[in-house]
């Protein structure tokens, strides 16, 4: 721990969703770690519902003026089209009247850290002469898509059939491989400003903070850092057991919004032999067809090994009648499940996967390979770059109709789990984990970045 920076304070303000809450929290307990003090807000009037256990890190609620505010469940694009402006015009509200109270002027902070897509944070912020820093959430090549798409330099064909403009270090993407808000704009219209607006004052931030490491995104993270604010690549941001164990007690994340059915996993899992798993999920938000779920049953009912298979309630209605008694000794199907603990069993072989960003980081910091099958937001572009960039996985191909089939879902698992040709694939994620935890060790890229951050705030503008 670094000594002498106890009087630094930092506030840090996520987008109140899981995957946005977790890693802003897990950088807090690394800059925690480095001597700095943390309130994290949190724009929910029912905090409590979180569950949030941070430690010595100072929770604070602060309202964004309705009584449910994680939104949660299969209505994500919905609720946030309906809801976005109302959420900034409370939460720019509620801010103002935290950093106007008594409570905040006897503790002043040096900084805001602030999920990139509420930018307006900033605005709120440099009011009252806090420095911010903006912290991005998806991998850098996928904001480095945004940007260019809203800066005209990228065009997409009106028939979506084409893109055009794209820098060499991008030239490799299709149509296909798009961020759904930018193939599909038009379908997400509250979704797609959102992503687009994060522009809109980012060189005002002082420093501009990227959840990915230097040596997984060089190439990109070089050219953006030549024309943005201050870039600094501080991840990943996972619990510390599973990369450097630097952290004491830093073994899980501080929240789930579902509860993991720990025990009735790793016992099942203890009792495979290693790599006789394919571990499958699509995480907390995904909603599959039912004829597409139906598919991936019949596919993980014929692979050559085991699967743990991750159901929500929400759709184990759509699992084939019986299923669980087909596969009863093979398969394990929960709701949900520790994932970090699943992933870094020896059991487990592949992970099947929607490739969100926090689970892609997941997989690749514990060397696990991965069968990619992207939904929508960032996860076309994170499939992409997981396949066809870094190695790490095989992406299951949709049929003429989208669907993709019984065969196709057991070929991509066996290719990877015990043909010949997933070897290079299992080296690839090994290369990763261990590149994954130098950049957390003492003296790796990230970690010299978060020290460079902490003695950035330590001057006073």
Same mark, same amino acid.
């Given at each position: ?6 009087? =630094? ?6 987008? %109140? ?8 929290? !897990? ?8 001597? #700095? ?26 309202? &964004? ?9 299969? &209505? @994500? ?22 950093? *106007? ?29 806090? =420095? ?5 959430? !998806? ?13 005209? /330099? /990228?065009?997409?064909? *009106? ?6 403009? #794209? %820098? ?8 296909? &491989? @798009? ?13 797609? =400003? ?8 980012? =060189?005002?931030?002082?420093? @501009? ?10 190439? /990109? ?19 510390? #057991? ?13 929240? +789930? ?22 571990? /499958? ?32 309630? +929400? *759709? ?22 520790? !994932? ?25 910091? @514990? ?7 992207? !939904? ?8 992409? #770059? ?32 015990? *043909? ?42």
């Amino acid at each position: 721990m670094m000594e002498g920076r106890g009087n =630094r304070h930092a506030l840090v303000l996520p987008y %109140p969703i899981q995957g946005h809450i977790n890693p802003m929290l !897990q950088f807090s307990k690394r800059l925690e770690s480095h001597g #700095l003090r943390i309130t994290f807000l949190v724009p929910n009037s029912d905090p409590s519902s979180l569950g949030i256990d941070a430690g010595s890190i100072k929770i604070k609620p602060i309202s &964004d003026g309705s009584d449910t505010d994680v939104v949660t469940g299969d &209505d @994500l694009g919905t609720s946030i089209n309906a809801g976005m402006r109302r959420f900034e015009i409370k939460v720019r509200e509620s801010l103002r009247g935290f950093l *106007e109270s008594d409570e905040y002027h006897d503790d002043p902070a040096d900084v805001m850290i602030y999920d990139s897509i509420i930018s307006w944070a900033l605005d709120v912020s440099l009011e009252f002469g806090i =420095r911010g820093a903006m912290f991005f959430t !998806q991998p850098c090549f996928v904001t480095a898509v945004y940007y260019l798409v809203g800066q005209g /330099v /990228v065009r997409v064909d *009106e028939k979506g059939r084409s893109v055009e403009g #794209l %820098p060499p270090l991008m030239s490799m993407l299709e149509f296909r &491989d @798009l961020p759904s808000f930018v193939a599909q704009g038009e379908a997400y219209p509250g979704l797609t =400003r959102i992503f687009f607006e994060q522009f809109s004052n980012f =060189r005002e931030a002082k420093w @501009l903070l990227f959840n990915t490491f230097f040596e997984l995104e060089e190439e /990109v993270v070089n050219w953006v850092a030549n024309q943005w604010p201050l870039i600094l690549t501080i991840g990943p941001t996972i619990p510390s #057991l599973y990369l450097d164990k630097r952290l004491a007690n830093d073994k899980d994340y501080s929240l +789930s919004l579902a509860k993991p059915e720990t025990e009735t996993c790793i016992n099942w899992l203890d009792s495979k032999d290693p790599d006789s798993v394919a571990y /499958v999920s699509f995480g907390s938000l995904a909603s599959l067809g039912e004829d597409q779920m139906v598919e991936i049953a019949r596919g993980l009912k014929r692979i050559k090994k085991n699967f743990l298979w991750i159901v929500r309630e +929400s *759709e184990e209605k759509k699992l084939p009648q019986g299923f669980a008694d087909e596969v009863s000794g093979k398969g394990l199907m929960v709701r949900w499940c520790p !994932q970090l603990q699943v992933l870094a069993h020896q059991a487990v072989s592949c992970f099947l996967t929607h490739c969100g960003w926090n689970s892609t980081l997941e997989a690749l910091s @514990l060397g696990v390979p991965m069968v990619v099958m992207p !939904q929508w937001t960032d996860q076309p572009t994170n499939a992409k #770059l997981i396949v066809d960039v870094w190695g790490a996985g095989v992406r299951i191909k949709a049929d003429g109709t989208g669907m993709v089939t019984a065969e196709e879902v057991e070929m991509c698992i066996n290719d990877i789990m015990v *043909e010949e040709k997933g070897k290079a694939i299992r080296e690839k994620s090994s290369r990763w984990k261990e590149l994954a935890r130098m950049a957390l060790e003492g003296g790796g890229s990230s970690d010299l970045n978060i020290q460079k951050f902490v003695s950035d705030i330590s001057l006073r503008a």
